[in-house]
């Protein structure tokens, strides 16, 4: 029996679970599922900030090799103008969400309900995508892959709103990292997303028991994992451990050992890859993330590997590798301080206090190393020494050895997935939007085969009626491109996935069928009317 998979996403979410030792957090859902479950304290993102993360994770390729990067390509300001947005990312034409390989193999996938691409999600990705998306909308012993994504961790849930219900979590007891300043008002934002936190392990915790209530949890693999890290100041959007350290935990009932501790390596781009080796179905070998569990479990990783690019409205270009142990940075805008304007990052109440206390010299030691006039050309950090990543170790001869290997695998890194930062934003966007606008999918067509048809032309005409058994191919002329299809009438429509030819059946029915290549706008529709006599 193929195994049923559900993921709990969370958003901005580093580990302050009770499971990972923390004293404040209020997290017995997700404890007991560490208990129950493996905890994999060394995962991390591939970007400090969601939308390049998720991209990753969708395509199971690294955003600087499919142009999707920037953070967002649907951004607009009115005083940035010049930027060239919006767009959507147009990556290479072979790649697709890993989704549609799981679809084509008979699960029914769902995403519940949050995408954030840097495209906009296909139809073909997903057989539900939306606020009431759920596995149990699948046939009957049908197979899923079910994605929750619970938003209520997001950074903005720190902001100041005069909504906001009383804090539960003291903020007396909040200790804040030591390069950001220890105030009432930061100690409050830190609290409230406790508080958000232990909101988010009541979702699990339903979630779970749904499981349970459907007799499927000893047959469903469930894993929680955060798109990247918190949303405080120098951890979101930023490559250092705060940024792209993630809870990942994983249930794999009569598999993975209860309450067990992995001391791998686990990026967020294996995520899909590692989803496809544990429902049996091949990684295509253009993925650039590698499977930890299941039948192809691509073994041990050596290092992991992060980025920062255009953020809203500021562009930077900041490339990072990390082992177990030991974290290389490199910036490639070293003249450029840490702080250019980013005005969403600016509405944070940590980030208001920090900006106050600069302007009144208030600010001392390690809270000014965000204010530096500009950066080191390397950073480099011993994590297990330093976990705030505040020593930077580059200019030690010590650690010359050190250095030269971490730069000599970004360099690798970098060369064979094809980092697109050196490119222009607005050159890349040149080649996938020509002329600023958006590529269309072409319509599909319908070839019909069978006895008296030879495959050989396509349907023209609105109606068709044949008196023998036919089959329908659908064909796009689009490179790269998946088609979806119904028979049902009115809405909503469950769109399918074409795989192979359809096999018409006997009376009358209508087929619709439209295209789409990720990043293209959807191709228009095509609708024929087919009656099929004495079959």
């Not at 009431?132 to 961790?153: K, Y």
């Not at 959007?237 to 791998?264: E, F, K, N, Q, T």
């Amino acid at each position: 029996m193929r195994p049923n998979i559900l993921w709990i996403s969370l958003e901005d979410t580093s580990p302050r679970f009770g499971c990972y030792g923390d004293k404040l957090a209020r997290t017995p859902n997700i404890d007991r599922l560490a208990a129950e479950g493996c905890r994999y304290p060394l995962a991390f993102s591939t970007a400090g900030v969601c939308a390049p993360s998720r991209s990753a994770i969708i395509t199971g390729m690294y955003a600087v090799s499919i142009g999707s990067h920037h953070m967002r390509t649907a951004h607009t300001n009115e005083y940035t103008p010049e930027l060239p947005t919006p767009y959507e990312a147009v990556p290479p034409a072979y790649v697709k969400t890993f989704t549609e390989y799981l679809r084509a193999a008979g699960y029914y996938c769902t995403n519940n309900f949050k995408t954030d691409y840097q495209f906009a999600p296909p139809v073909t990705a997903w057989d539900e995508c939306g606020k009431e998306a759920h596995w149990r909308h699948r046939e009957d012993g049908q197979p899923f892959f079910a994605v929750f994504n619970p938003t209520i961790t997001h950074e903005s849930g720190m902001w100041a709103k005069p909504d906001k219900p009383p804090l539960v979590t003291d903020p007396s007891k909040i200790q804040l990292p030591p390069y950001l300043p220890d105030t009432a008002k930061g100690r409050e934002a830190l609290a409230r997303h406790y508080d958000n936190v232990a909101a988010a392990d009541q979702v699990v915790g339903n979630l779970l028991r749904q499981l349970e209530q459907d007799g499927l949890a000893d047959n469903t693999i469930v894993f929680i994992w955060s798109d990247h890290g918190e949303g405080l100041p120098r951890s979101k959007r930023w490559p250092y451990d705060g940024g792209i350290r993630i809870p990942m935990i994983v249930r794999w009932p009569g598999r993975l050992s209860a309450g067990s501790v992995s001391d791998r390596l686990v990026s967020l781009i294996d995520l899909g890859p590692t989803v496809l080796s544990l429902a049996g179905v091949d990684v295509p070998l253009h993925m650039q993330g590698v499977p930890f569990l299941g039948g192809q479990d691509h073994g041990e990783r050596e290092y992991i590997f992060a980025t920062r690019d255009r953020y809203d409205e500021s562009y930077d270009m900041v490339r990072a590798v990390r082992d177990r142990r030991y974290k290389y940075i490199r910036n490639f805008y070293p003249e450029k301080t840490y702080l250019p304007w980013i005005p969403f990052l600016n509405r944070h109440p940590i980030m208001q206090e920090m900006w106050r206390m600069k302007a009144e010299n208030r600010l001392e030691g390690e809270q000014l190393l965000m204010f530096a006039p500009h950066r080191p050309v390397e950073e480099l950090y011993d994590c297990e020494a330093d976990p705030y990543e505040m020593h930077n170790l580059a200019g030690d001869p010590e650690s010359l050895p050190l250095l030269q290997r971490m730069r000599a695998a970004m360099e690798d890194w970098r060369r064979n997935v094809g980092d697109k930062g050196e490119i222009p934003e607005s050159l890349m966007v040149e080649q996938m939007w020509p002329g600023g606008k958006q590529p269309v999918t072409a319509t599909p067509i319908f070839i019909p085969l069978g006895p008296g048809h030879s495959g050989m032309e396509a349907l023209t005409e609105r109606e068709a009626e044949y008196d023998d058994p036919t089959l329908l191919q659908l064909h796009c002329a689009t490179q790269g491109a998946s088609i979806a299809y119904t028979f049902e009438e009115g809405a909503p429509v469950h769109w399918r996935l074409y795989t192979e030819p359809l096999r018409l059946p006997a009376g009358t029915s209508t087929l619709r069928a439209k295209a789409i290549r990720i990043g293209y706008k959807e191709s228009a529709q095509r609708q024929v009317t087919f009656k099929i006599n004495g079959v």
